[in-house]
């Protein structure tokens, strides 16, 4: 009785945490301006990578996954299938495209942008960076501006190459078509970029 009691308390510790977690993306999306961390400590954790943490309240039967080619060797992939039962599927029809390294290379550019009728049909990017900071143009060379953002936002973010910022521009320039981003980092921090944001990229 004692151990059954316990796994339940466990459980729902965990799906607690999941919904904040998922909660926390939800609003990231809504103010790209802001960075926020992620609602849980890592000595808490039994497998503590943010990037994971993130993706497991996204994922469920019913969403598509696919990674970049330069993870495809990661177990990644198979742990997102094993506790999420999420199934993997090619570049142009997964709801959600994994770049665990910081970088498409372009790969982006093929995913699913939705229609005019359903435009929350386009695709969610979730990017594994170095570390997110605050703003500083002058070191980032980008701006972001539009709706949840005050004035303008000018992000650090490490590990990210500048091309993939452009790719995003190029992929949102036809609103409401497009995709959401997500950029996840090593400290548990985490910054929205939904389609509706407009993007400067100082080259």
Same mark, same amino acid.
């Given at each position: %009785?004692?151990? =059954?009691?316990?796994?339940?308390?466990? %459980? =729902?510790? =965990?799906?607690?945490?999941?919904?904040? /977690?998922?909660?926390?993306?939800?609003?990231?999306?809504?103010?790209?301006?802001?960075?926020? !961390?992620?609602?849980? #400590?890592?000595? #808490?954790?039994?497998?503590?990578?943010?990037?994971? %943490? /993130?993706?497991?309240?996204?994922? @469920?039967?019913?969403?598509? $996954?696919?990674?970049?080619?330069?993870?495809?060797?990661?177990?990644?992939?198979?742990?997102?299938?094993? /506790?999420?039962?999420?199934?993997? +599927?090619?570049?142009?029809?997964?709801? $959600? $495209? *994994?770049?665990?390294?910081? !970088?498409?290379?372009?790969?982006?550019? #093929?995913?699913?942008?939705?229609?005019?009728?359903?435009?929350?049909?386009?695709?969610?990017? *979730?990017?594994?960076?170095?570390?997110? &900071?605050?703003?500083?143009?002058?070191? +980032?060379?980008?701006?972001?501006?539009?709706?949840?953002?005050?004035?303008? #936002? &000018?992000?650090?973010?490490?590990?990210?190459?500048?091309?993939?910022?452009?790719?995003? !521009? &190029?992929? @949102?320039?036809? $609103?409401?078509?497009?995709?959401?981003?997500?950029? /996840?980092?090593? @400290?548990?921090?985490?910054?929205?970029?939904?389609?509706?944001?407009?993007?400067? *990229?100082?080259?």
């Amino acid at each position: %009785m004692v151990q =059954k009691l316990y796994r339940g308390h466990t %459980m =729902k510790k =965990k799906c607690d945490r999941s919904q904040a /977690v998922f909660r926390t993306a939800i609003k990231a999306l809504s103010m790209p301006g802001k960075i926020l !961390k992620l609602p849980f #400590a890592p000595e #808490a954790e039994e497998f503590f990578d943010p990037l994971v %943490m /993130v993706l497991r309240p996204l994922l @469920n039967q019913k969403a598509t $996954f696919c990674l970049t080619r330069d993870a495809q060797e990661l177990k990644l992939g198979k742990y997102l299938r094993m /506790v999420t039962g999420s199934r993997p +599927s090619d570049l142009c029809h997964a709801d $959600f $495209f *994994v770049a665990p390294l910081g !970088k498409s290379s372009g790969e982006i550019l #093929a995913l699913k942008r939705g229609s005019l009728d359903y435009p929350e049909q386009g695709a969610t990017v *979730v990017y594994g960076v170095e570390e997110l &900071e605050g703003d500083s143009y002058a070191e +980032s060379g980008c701006r972001f501006s539009g709706p949840g953002v005050d004035g303008f #936002a &000018e992000p650090m973010i490490r590990g990210l190459p500048s091309k993939e910022l452009l790719y995003i !521009k &190029e992929i @949102n320039q036809e $609103f409401p078509l497009g995709i959401d981003v997500l950029f /996840v980092d090593r @400290n548990g921090f985490l910054r929205g970029l939904p389609r509706s944001t407009r993007i400067e *990229v100082r080259h």
